[in-house]
C-alpha cells in the first residue's frame, strides 16, 4: 500500500489549490478515503472522509464550504479542492483510506504528504 499526494504549494490569503493523492496496492472503492493535514506542533486531523462509493462525504467545520474531496476511480487518485484558502490551513496534508464512522486511518502507512503554505 502506497499514497503519493501532489499539489501543495505556497499561495496567498484567498487563493486555491487543488490536491492529488495516487493510491496503489488497493483500488478506492475498497475502503472509505479520507484527507488529513498535521500542522507544526499539532496533531494529525481529519479535513475529509467520503464513503467507498463516493455517496457521501463528511467536512471538518473548518474546511466546510471550501474544500471539496472527488476521486477519479480509473485513476485511484482522490482529489481536494481547496478554496478561499486562511492561514490556519497551511500544514502537510495527506490521504489514506479512512473508517468514515470514526475517521481514523486504516492503514498505519502515510505518504510524504504534501506541503500547503498559505501567507502573504
Known amino acids: 500500500v502506497q499514497f503519493v499526494e501532489s499539489g501543495g504549494g505556497l499561495v496567498q490569503p484567498g487563493e486555491s489549490l487543488r490536491l492529488s493523492c495516487i493510491a496503489s496496492?488497493?483500488?478506492?472503492?475498497?475502503?472509505?478515503m479520507a484527507w488529513y493535514r498535521q500542522s507544526p506542533g499539532k496533531e494529525r486531523e481529519l479535513v475529509a472522509v467520503?464513503?467507498?462509493?463516493?455517496?457521501?462525504?463528511y467536512y471538518a467545520d473548518f474546511v466546510k464550504g471550501r474544500f471539496t474531496m472527488s476521486r477519479d476511480i480509473a485513476k485511484n487518485t482522490v482529489y481536494l479542492q481547496m478554496i478561499s484558502l486562511q492561514s490556519e490551513d497551511t500544514a502537510v496534508y495527506y490521504c489514506?483510506?479512512?473508517?468514515?464512522?470514526?475517521?481514523?486511518?486504516?492503514?498505519?502507512?502515510w505518504g510524504q504528504g504534501t506541503q500547503v503554505t498559505v501567507s502573504s
Open positions: 496496492g488497493f483500488t478506492l472503492n475498497t475502503y472509505p
Open positions: 467520503t464513503r467507498s462509493d463516493g455517496s457521501e462525504t
Open positions: 489514506n483510506a479512512a473508517s468514515f464512522a470514526s475517521g481514523r486511518a486504516v492503514y498505519p502507512y
